[in-house]
């Protein structure tokens, strides 16, 4: 699985170079708790082209951070999930409800919710994500204010409700009514941005396994989302993690919750399909 391809490309030039450390390929297991255990390889879907087999973002880090992920008492994310679930019993804006309301427990209300979204909406006749749905039901549902799109209440929602998922696999839809939104992401994926000219796949579908710089690249898969950076010390969300890399591109970015991030998290996480919802997953 050697990718030489991208050495070609200009903005990479001296910046990738073979990993040293340990490799997607070493097989290690991931058991949450000494019982879910996850699926963090799969054959690519059908319709992802340019990868065999889709690996986990866990796959590629260093034992020490991967081990925080394997019990949620050693995982940093996990303060979120505490928060998302008191939020959830929280009553909040005019209609005087809260999400418990409606939905009851987190637990048999939200079992699998992670794993299909974005998924079209029929009645708002758009492709959401779990994030635009949450705000849909609080300005909606409750007569409450919208929370930020990326910020800590909306992040800390997610985690919860994403948990409820753990272990199950990715099933994003990529036909019918949420085909053009697919399409739309997955010309995205391959664009090239910024003053390095670099697209996504030039890092995550030719490099990955390669170092750039001192990061191991992965795939960038977005099936441990919301996911904690040690780095900033809190939970980041999937469209935060997008501005990062496009940034880092020396591009205009886009914005969290704008239809191009949207359309590009239902291709990401197409490609994704098949590996387990681990969200919240433990990154640098
Ligand atoms: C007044 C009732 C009500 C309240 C309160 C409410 N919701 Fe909803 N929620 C709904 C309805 C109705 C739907 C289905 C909407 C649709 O499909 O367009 C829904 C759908 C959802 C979905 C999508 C489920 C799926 O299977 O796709 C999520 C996630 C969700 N709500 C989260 C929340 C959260 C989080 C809160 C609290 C912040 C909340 N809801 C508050 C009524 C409510
Ligand atoms: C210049 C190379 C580069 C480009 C271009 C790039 N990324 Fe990244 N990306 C990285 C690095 C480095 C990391 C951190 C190490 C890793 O997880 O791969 C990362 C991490 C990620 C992650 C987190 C994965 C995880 O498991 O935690 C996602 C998701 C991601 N990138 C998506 C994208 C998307 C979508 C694009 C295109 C808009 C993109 N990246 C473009 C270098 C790049």
Known sequence: MKRTGLLQTAGLIGLIAMATTATAQDDS?????????????????????????????????QSEMQALQTDDFENPGAYAIDEGVEMWATVEGSEGKSCASCHE???????????????????????????????????EQMGAEAWKYDGGDMTSMEAAISLQSRGMPVNVATDGPAADAWAKGE????????????????????????????????????????????????????????????????????????????????YVASRGNGLSVEAPSVRP
Request: aromatic share 10%; hydrophobic share 30%; net charge negative.
């Open 105 to 139: 427990d987190i637990e048999d209300s939200m079992a699998g919710v992670r794993a299909v979204y974005p998924k079209w909406n029929e009645s708002k006749g758009q492709v959401m994500t779990l994030a635009q749905q949450i705000n849909d039901c609080r300005t």
């Open 187 to 266: 010309e995205m994926y391959y664009t090239r941005y910024g003053q390095l000219e670099l697209s996504c796949a030039n890092c995550h579908e030719d490099n990955y396994d390669n170092n750039i710089r001192a990061d191991h690249l992965s795939q960038g898969q977005i099936n441990g989302f919301p996911a904690f950076r040690i780095k900033t010390g809190k939970l980041t969300q999937t469209h935060n993690r997008f501005k990062g890399c496009i940034r880092d591109t020396r591009a205009e970015t886009f914005s969290p919750g704008s239809d191009e991030f949207v359309a590009l998290e239902l």
């Open 29 to 61: 297991q991931l058991v949450v708790n000494g019982e879910i255990e996850m699926v963090t390889d799969a054959p690519a879907p059908e319709n992802i082209g340019g990868l065999k087999t889709i690996y986990s973002g866990w796959r590629f880090r």
